[in-house]
């Protein structure tokens, strides 16, 4: 099975930019929907990007498109989450999921991924 390890999470100011990755372990990521998900205290676990790592449509939370680009890195060992134009409602952690399967649709759900990151902080100040 695949192990993930997120990182490049930080604290930014309002409009600022990170790129978030996040690194496969034990296998490679061929083969394997990847997605990112995020969490802001009290609140519930949400869909952010996902991409089927052998090729295809990437989707997006409707509400994040324009702002945050997932991408696939070389050698099948990283996917990428560009932040841009960040906001404070931002503010969260963010985790990589993995899944063996395609990934379709904007409207995936935790359950829909088996593995998972240990998560990285995004902190974005006003």
């Known amino acids: 099975q695949v192990q993930l390890v997120e990182s490049g999470g930080g604290l930014v100011q309002a409009g600022d930019s990170l790129r978030l990755s996040c690194a496969a372990s034990?296998?490679?990521?061929?083969?394997?929907?990847v997605g990112w998900f995020r969490q802001a205290p009290g609140k519930e676990r949400e869909f952010v990007a996902a991409?089927?790592?052998?090729?295809?449509?990437?989707y997006y939370a409707d509400s994040l498109k324009g702002r945050f680009t997932i991408s696939r890195g070389g050698a099948g060992k990283t996917v990428y989450l560009q932040l841009n134009s960040l906001e404070p409602e931002d503010t969260a952690i963010y985790y990589c999921?993995?899944?063996?399967?395609?990934?379709?649709?904007?409207?995936?759900?935790?359950?829909?991924?088996?593995?998972w990151g240990q998560g990285t902080q995004v902190t974005v100040s006003s």
């Open positions: 999921a993995a899944r063996w399967a395609g990934v379709t649709g904007s409207r995936l759900r935790s359950s829909d991924f088996d593995y």
């Open positions: 034990g296998r490679t990521f061929i083969g394997y929907g």
């Open positions: 991409v089927y790592y052998n090729g295809g449509t990437a």
